[in-house]
């Protein structure tokens, strides 16, 4: 069990192979003989922020987090109790490797078709300088417009969901996490559901997600909306695959602190549209998956907070076992 000391402060993971724990980690070998499953969950109902001793950085002292009290059942109960909360968390792991699989395929797909022009007829089709006869080559924001539309998160409904940095994954297209406005105070973006949400800050952490819900988010995101339904699944290939966040890095504007993705450069990236038939048997294929996608993750999140019930009262005894 590994738990942030330093920044997320506080966040706690189950690993059961192998790892190398970073120095502004704590990490847990020795459970007294005690269901480390089931210390994992205790401590995931435990509040170690107000135990944050840092300025700038959140910092926690395990000097202070030894000598804190909980409740300790006997062996039988420990393992009913993580049984039924793995329970959940096993589904959620599955409905993951689910999502991984479909944006796996969307990026292979991507990749056949577009990159080594192995798409179907191809055998037929002649190419000419790097174009396929009846294919067009256009830039990316011929495809998609980046949206700067500002917003005060007080003009917005407390429950309206607030997406940060913090909250897109890399790799991943499928937005699982996000806050809510009252969370927050300086102006935001707002954003529609279906939207290209690109993290602008250290653009190579390739943190690019697909917006299943409408809401608001940092300033600090490219929001980009596509022009036309048909194109939406090419721009969306298109805007998370590898080479595109590789070039976009590569020319990224050197801030003070960090680099920073340019719009003006994101939008003259070159993309290959191919004829109709083609274009809307891929965008079929992609509609589908990220259709998918966001009933996969909607899914995790009712799960997650019906877990996220479940666990204090099974923890202080208030559900019987």
């Known amino acids: 069990m590994v738990i942030g000391r330093k920044g997320t402060l506080g966040t706690v993971h ?13 990490w847990v ?12 969950y205790v401590i995931r109902t435990m509040d170690f922020g107000r135990f944050d001793v840092g300025g700038a950085n959140p910092t926690l002292n395990p000097n202070h987090i030894h000598g804190l009290p909980i409740r300790i059942p006997d062996s039988s109960t420990q393992t009913r109790i993580a049984d ?14 689910r999502m991984a699989l479909l944006e796996e395929a969307i990026h292979l797909l991507y990749r056949e078709w577009f990159v080594y022009l192995r798409f179907p007829g191809h055998e037929r089709v002649k190419v000419v300088d790097g174009v396929p006869e009846g294919w067009t080559r256009v830039r990316l924001g011929e495809l998609v417009d980046e949206i700067r539309s500002g917003v005060k998160p007080q003009d917005v409904p407390a429950d309206t969901p607030y997406v940060g940095l913090e909250h897109i994954p890399r790799r991943c297209l499928a937005l699982q996490e996000w806050g809510y406005a009252s969370d927050v105070a300086s102006n935001k973006f707002r954003f529609d559901e279906s939207d290209i949400l690109f993290g602008k800050i250290r653009p190579y ?46 020319t990224a504007k050197i ?13 003259q990236y070159p993309v290959l549209v191919p004829p109709s038939g083609l274009l809307s048997e891929f965008g079929g ?37």
């Open 14 to 26: 189950y690993i059961d192979s192998d790892f190398w724990p970073h120095d502004t980690s704590l």
């Open 29 to 40: 070998k020795d459970f007294k003989g005690n269901l480390p499953r089931y210390v994992y």
């Open 84 to 97: 039924i909360l793995s329970a959940y968390d096993d589904l959620i792991e599955n409905n993951n490797r």
């Open 205 to 250: 952490f390739h943190k690019v997600a697909v917006a299943p819900v409408a809401g608001i988010c940092s300033s600090d995101t490219i929001v980009m909306r596509s022009k036309a339904a048909s194109t939406f699944p090419l721009a969306v290939a298109v805007a998370s695959s590898s080479a595109f966040v590789d070039h976009i890095w590569q």
């Open 255 to 267: 801030g003070a602190k960090m680099p920073r993705a340019n719009w003006k450069v994101m939008e």
């Open 285 to 321: 294929f992609v509609e589908r998956s990220i259709s998918l996608l966001r009933t996969l993750l909607l899914t995790n999140q009712r799960l997650r907070e019906a877990r996220d019930l479940l666990l204090p009262r099974l923890m202080n005894g208030s559900i019987a076992v």
